[in-house]
């Protein structure tokens, strides 16, 4: 596991994880597979059952393919803006646009697991996944199609609770605890 600054200044900023074996890192793999139209709407496709069990019920396969298309566009973008503002002012941060994976978390453990699904993105179904190490940093460990409740009950969502799991163990064993330790 390799972590690599993505759109940074002074360590704070985005950073994403690169897993053993991989060429492209947690993030460039999302921009990758969410922007490849046959990518996504094979991936509609294949689990129709889980949008047709979801409240997204409505969209085809083909218009949730577009509908993901086009929210991958914001959602990118706007973590970029979301960076670079944290950079400029300390108005609005990346801790303005990533919310605690847990709903029922109050404080601010460690190395807390995060998600992002854009913000004014209606009925966003596409999550980043990262580890907040301070209120302009956030280390990117995945993402995924959440079309289900619960992460657990889809294998593909499951791996990315690993992911935030793997990512948060080489952060306590490596002592990285600021920023400034990346």
Known sequence: MEILPIFVSQSNG???IRQD?????ALEILQDNWSNPEY???FFKVNRQLLDQARYRDYTAQEAAIKTLEDAVILFDQLEQYAQSGFESHEQNLSDFFT???KNETNLPPYQASKAYGVQIKNSWLRLYAIRLDVNCYIITGGG????????????LAEQLEYLAQA????????V???EDL
């Open 145 to 156: 199609i959440k079309l289900v409740n619960a992460m657990q009950d889809v294998p593909y």
């Open 21 to 25: 074996g991989e060429t492209l890192d």
């Open 40 to 42: 996504v709407y094979e």
């Open 168 to 175: 948060q163990r080489y952060l306590e064993e490596n002592q």
């Open 14 to 16: 985005i950073y994403a």
């Open 100 to 102: 605690p994976l847990h």
């Open 177 to 179: 605890l600021f920023p």
